[in-house]
């Protein structure tokens, strides 16, 4: 299912956090977005998943005005990871998975047996069955980061929307939950920080500065070593990675003084 943003402007308090966005996900496509902290890239989905109206603007899944779905129905269709997915109630692991069915059933509505499984095998993935009876108020950070992951899998939504889903996660499930993004058969829009993770794992790059899209595309075609410099403002050296040719950027660090310039 494809999810298109057109237009999108969300003003708050007077000031534009994002301005006349517009970009496109296809059907089953990854698309990444990167830029500077206060670049509007969570903003930008917060409106997808509805904890945001835009003041402008409309954002399109499968051909429908998402504004115009009712809760249920918009629940089916797009899952989200956010920021501030945590609960101060200590559920179990596999209580906070089986969540993820809610928008399917009705009231205290029992899950059935293939709710069950798609929950086991949902843990299984995230490498939680062996917490699927722990609290999770027990867990470190990159394990409730995991279980609410394989909330929103449970969830079977048409489009998962991710903000910064490597937050707190060691270099191997990192690794994992990007490869399970790319073969997710998902229509997904995440917003990562690490730029050498956005290459390998992104079909396309959009570009926040200042609330604007400032480029769209291919990850090679993107992540040059101007842009790094303009937008992130460091300086980087763009190199093909050796297995995948996928664009990847050695930074050069430097001691600078606190308005940016070189010492």
Known sequence: MDLRLDGLTVTIDGADLVRDLSLDVADGAVVGLIGPNGSGKSTALRCVYRALRPTHGTVWIGGDDLAGLGRRDGAR???????????????????VVALGRAPHKHGNEPLTAREHELCRRAMERLDLLHLAGRGVLSLSGGERQRVLVARALVQEPRVLVLDEPTNHLDVRHQIELLAMLRGADLTV?????????????????????GGRLVAAGPPADVLTEALVRDVFGVAATVVPHPLSGAPQLLYTVTDTTPEGTPR
């Open 77 to 95: 269709r797009v899952a989200a990871l956010t920021q501030q997915g945590g609960s101060d109630l200590d559920f179990t692991v596999e209580e």
């Open 189 to 209: 829009l995440v917003v990562l920080h690490d730029l050498n993770l956005a290459a390998a794992v992104c079909d396309r790059l959009g570009v926040l500065s």
